[in-house]
């Protein structure tokens, strides 16, 4: 596990932290029948056959209309979106209920809880990978009853940041925006506003996390080289910005370039999956049609694998695609 993925652990081992993201960030119908005083984290490590462990992000369950809801909060990590999240989530789920079932922890129904599956993504770039598990299986007429059908919820921290709907004030909110601060003053105006949201709750142990992320992780990657001495709160740690003069935004830029040129390599990858394609179909069925043409253009990365080997054997150019 890598220190940052470490440090959001910490922070959202707090119930009040897991209860206003569900709160502020979900909002969805059935949170208006939780109650959060019953939110309480459960064991999170699963063994699978074999004898591997896996290690989930983040199991919290609560209480909602009569019965437990659990929520499994995965946290990515990562400068890009994940194209096997849904499959992984599938895995992690499948794995967490027979964790539940083992503990005999059932419904008063006899059945197994429902769960609420979040991915928690920070990179800069938006998340663009498939949410429904179904999506990355190939349709076959007559089994599609039998297709796994899981979603889970994306919570791209910059993407809902640029919607502006998030809630002035909420511990999640202020986390995205430390996050994401592009500039010494924005992220000056966060911790502020961070120390006015903690004042007087008693959440002290929650603003150690949030010290602790903001020195040990957030700082060093916004501003490397950069030392910070040991601060033991928010408030100490506003007076260290006050009086250092940082340039945040060279770590940004530099970010952000880093990103951008991952994402240029991408797309030439894609686009050369594409022509090469398309040089196929030629050699094999002649001259292609615009319209082919335009649907290699717009096809994703799966669709151009899954046509390049059908153009092995299938017996005309509508084949190809009809056969995907």
Do not use: C
């Amino acid at each position: 596990m890598s220190r940052h993925d470490s440090a959001y652990r910490s922070l959202f081992s707090h119930s009040a932290m897991m209860a206003e993201l569900l709160q502020g960030v979900v909002r969805q119908e059935w949170i208006a029948q939780v109650d959060f005083s019953t939110l309480e984290r459960v064991n999170g490590e699963h063994v699978a056959r074999g004898g591997k462990r896996r290690v989930s992000d983040m199991v919290w369950r609560v209480r909602g209309a009569g019965d437990w809801v659990y929520v499994y909060l995965l946290l990515e990590f990562q400068s890009r979106s994940d194209p096997a999240m849904a499959l992984r989530m599938l895995t992690y789920l499948g794995l967490l209920y027979e964790e539940i079932r083992r503990q005999q922890r059932p419904l008063f129904s006899g059945r197994l809880p429902p769960v609420l599956p979040i991915v928690l993504y920070n990179g800069l770039a938006r998340w663009n990978a498939a949410q429904q598990v179904s999506e990355l299986i190939a349709p076959a007429v007559g089994l599609e009853t039998y297709i796994p059908a899981l979603r889970y919820l994306l919570l791209d921290e910059g993407a809902l940041l640029e919607g502006g709907s998030l809630p002035a004030g909420n511990l999640a909110t202020l986390l995205f925006q430390l996050e994401h601060a592009a500039d010494e003053e924005t992220m000056r105006q966060a911790v502020q506003a961070l120390i006015m949201r903690l004042q007087g709750t008693g959440l002290d142990e929650l603003e150690r996390a949030f010290t602790a992320w903001l020195v040990e992780i957030l700082l060093p990657e916004r501003a490397p080289g950069v030392s910070i001495p040991r601060v033991g709160n928010l408030q100490e740690f506003n007076a260290v910005m006050t009086a250092e003069k940082i340039d945040w935004s060279l770590r940004w830029k530099q970010v952000g370039r880093e990103e951008g040129l991952q994402e240029g390599h991408d797309r030439g990858l894609h686009q050369g999956k594409a022509q090469l394609l398309q040089q196929l179909l030629i050699r094999r069925f002649g001259p292609l049609p615009d319209a082919v043409r335009r649907r290699l253009a717009e096809a994703s990365d799966g669709e151009l694998e899954t046509w390049a080997l059908n153009v092995l054997d299938a017996p005309s150019l509508e084949a190809v695609f009809r056969q995907s």
